[in-house]
């Protein structure tokens, strides 16, 4: 049985798509390791635990969602079709140009704070391989 779901991929806008409601095919299509979260009783993100570190998406609840996911509603624990108000509410909330600016500031960020860190321990090492090689030289 196909289901519509919201998609929302990093850097393009969320489309709808109709996919098996399985979940061996969830996982061939985001990622084996999934993890769900709730935005309300009837309405579930699933998405990739294993999403790049750099890949961000968009932003919920003050969280950086990173990687691929899908919105999907449920129904007596089975995945079910968004409706159309579903729909409308999730891509209105999820819309890139609302989150495009704040992800962008959270990725300058956190490129530069991981170049910063990077460029630390190349000191460092640089530091202690000259002592080394005065020790041995000695």
């Given amino acids: 049985m196909k289901i519509k779901v919201l998609l929302v ?9 109709r996919i098996p409601g399985n ?6 299509f ?4 999934l993890y769900s979260m709730k935005l309300n009783e009837n309405t579930m993100m699933i998405g990739n635990k294993n999403a ?4 961000f998406n968009r932003i919920y609840g003050g969280n950086i ?3 691929t996911f899908i919105i999907v509603s449920t129904k007596n624990n089975r995945l079910v ?9 999730y891509s209105n909330m999820f819309k890139l140009k ?12 956190y490129l530069e704070e991981y170049y910063s860190s990077i460029r630390d321990l190349k000191r460092k ?5 000259k002592y080394e090689v005065f020790g041995i030289a000695a």
């Fill in 23 to 28: 979940l061996k095919f969830i996982k061939s």
């Fill in 30 to 33: 985001i990622g084996d390791e």
């Fill in 52 to 55: 790049r570190i750099d890949d």
């Fill in 81 to 89: 079709s968004l409706n159309k108000k579903e729909f409308r509410k």
């Fill in 65 to 67: 969602l990173l990687g």
């Fill in 98 to 109: 609302k989150h495009q600016k704040k992800v962008d500031k959270y990725k300058d960020e």
């Fill in 125 to 129: 090492n640089a530091e202690h391989n």
């Fill in 9 to 17: 991929v990093p850097g393009r806008e969320t489309e709808v798509k």
